[in-house]
């Protein structure tokens, strides 16, 4: 078998080239570890007393399980051994310091989509990581341009490593017998444009009209106006949502809808979004809300949310222009009315 870099010597090889790299790359480095440590929990499940209950809710509303707290705890005390001056976590309400004269701030999404373990479903750690400000707490809420490198990780039948940093992203497969990640994907680019999609069709019914019209326009395959046959996929896990782009391309959409507590949409912008489209980019794809970039975004509270297109950059331009070509006062319009060739196009 051919020797294959490792995260630490790849590391290595890049940080001198990049602001901030080496601490950057001490950060990335005891998230891994963590995520070594919290892979085998998550795969040992009950027979490591991981049962699922439910743990009460987070600071922001959201049903919490044991295994929630417990990825929350390891990777926190896994980052007060790292250069950060502050970490925000989706299971704080506020960012909590660390070292205030450290260079870097970390988001982080501990766990991501818990309650997908009990049906086997993978589930993942998202990150992302940027310098600190003059003011550690309005660090969080500058736009993820301003982010140095950010990942995540997914436990699934391997445990993989995704990581965007020095402009590129890079992907590792965990060596469970060293413990160790080892690369196995330099520069990844995804494919620019892929039949296929994933959403949640169950909402149909309340989707904003733009989303209905692209998704209408899929469906119609071949004898619609995009001429081709589309997939679609929906594992309702975004670290296995954002990988499968990365593998295959696509285009992946979580929009706000017209239900309570969905009309801003659903994912976290500080940990979930704008580390998921810096990646998307960093690897030739592209990130919007349909109306703005991803990571001109900056937050106005922790945890505040946005929807989020995602994937290969016809898919998401497309999304993008059926949004342009309507006044946002009819977003709840129905689709055919207001798509690009309807009636007012």
């Given at each position: 078998?051919?020797?294959?870099?490792?995260l630490r010597s790849h590391l290595n090889r890049w940080a001198p080239q990049?602001?901030?790299?080496?601490?950057?790359?001490?950060?990335?480095?005891?998230?891994?570890a963590?995520?070594?440590?919290?892979?085998?929990?998550?795969?040992?499940?009950?027979?490591?007393?991981?049962?699922?209950?439910?743990?009460?809710?987070?600071?922001?509303?959201?049903?919490?399980?044991?295994?929630?707290?417990?990825?929350?705890?390891?990777?926190?005390?896994?980052?007060?051994?790292?250069?950060?001056?502050?970490?925000?976590?989706?299971?704080?309400?506020?960012?909590?310091?660390?070292?205030?004269?450290?260079?870097?701030?970390?988001?982080?999404?501990?766990?991501?989509?818990?309650?997908?373990?009990?049906?086997n479903i993978s589930v993942g750690t998202i990150f992302s990581i940027r310098p600190r400000g003059n003011d550690i707490l309005s660090t969080f809420f500058e736009p993820g341009t301003g982010q140095c490198a950010a990942?995540?990780?997914?436990?699934?039948?391997?445990?993989?490593?995704?990581?965007?940093?020095?402009?590129?992203?890079?992907?590792?497969?965990?060596d469970r017998r060293t413990r160790q990640f080892l690369l196995i994907g330099q520069d990844v680019k995804i494919a620019p444009d892929t039949p296929e999609f994933a959403i949640n069709a169950s909402n149909r019914r309340h989707w904003h009209g733009p989303v209905r019209a692209y998704i209408d326009e899929c469906l119609a395959g071949t004898n619609g106006d995009r001429g081709a046959d589309f997939n679609m996929r929906w594992i309702g896990s975004l670290v296995a949502e954002a990988f499968r782009i990365l593998v295959r391309g696509g285009v992946f959409l979580y929009p706000a809808d017209a239900r309570s507590g969905y009309r801003e949409g659903r994912l976290r912008l500080l940990y979930e979004a704008h580390p998921m489209a810096l990646i998307m980019e960093w690897a030739g794809g592209a990130a919007t809300t349909g109306r703005r970039r991803i990571l001109e975004l900056g937050a106005k509270t922790p945890h505040q949310r946005v929807p989020l297109i995602m994937g290969s950059a016809r898919g998401v331009r497309d999304v993008a222009a059926i949004h342009e070509g309507i006044e946002p006062m009819f977003d709840n319009s129905d689709a055919p009315l207001f798509a690009r060739r309807g009636l007012f196009r």
């Open positions: 078998m051919d020797e294959r870099a490792t990049t602001p901030h790299g080496a601490a950057a790359a001490e950060v990335i480095e005891v998230i891994a963590a995520a070594v440590e919290l892979a085998a929990r998550i795969a040992d499940g009950p027979l490591a007393g991981i049962t699922g209950a439910g743990n009460g809710v987070n600071s922001d509303g959201d049903q919490q399980k044991d295994i929630d707290v417990l990825a929350d705890e390891m990777m926190r005390a896994a980052l007060r051994n790292a250069p950060v001056a502050a970490v925000l976590s989706e299971e704080l309400a506020l960012p909590e310091t660390l070292n205030p004269d450290a260079p870097l701030c970390v988001a982080i999404d501990p766990l991501d989509g818990s309650a997908n373990l009990e049906n990942g995540f990780v997914v436990y699934g039948p391997q445990t993989t490593l995704v990581l965007g940093h020095n402009g590129r992203v890079d992907i590792f497969i965990l």
